[in-house]
């Protein structure tokens, strides 16, 4: 089970506020969503790879709960995140998948 429910964090792991009045967090899921979303002509991506991309997207958008998720959905959230998020966000997306750089096994 995969957690991406979570906020996502300074470098220090203090949760980045968005909305001061509300005190509203960005949830890790939307980062990633986000990232699935992503066009990215170099790769050309087919229509299929396109619509799955979508389709996990909208589950982690849309979830209020950890996700079981496939070995092929974990791969493809990572390689997309790696390409589109920063270090600072793409640390913690690696941190919940259980990734490590190398090296570091």
């Known amino acids: 089970m995969f957690d991406f429910t979570t906020p996502i964090c300074d ?5 980045i506020v968005i ?6 967090t960005k949830p890790l ?3 990633i969503a986000e990232a ?3 066009d990215d002509p170099d790769t050309k991506a087919t229509g ?3 619509l799955r ?3 996990l997207a909208q589950r982690l ?3 209020d709960a950890p996700l079981e998720l496939t070995a092929k959905e974990q791969t493809v959230i990572n390689e997309q995140c790696g390409k589109y998020l ?3 966000a793409y640390g913690q997306v690696a941190a919940v998948l259980g990734v490590k750089a190398k090296g570091e096994e």
């Open 48 to 50: 299929a790879d396109k």
């Open 86 to 88: 920063n270090p600072l």
């Open 11 to 15: 470098i220090k792991g203090k949760p």
């Open 36 to 38: 699935l979303l992503a």
């Open 29 to 31: 899921a939307d980062l």
């Open 19 to 24: 909305n001061e009045e509300t005190g509203e």
């Open 53 to 55: 991309r979508h389709g």
């Open 61 to 63: 958008a849309m979830a």
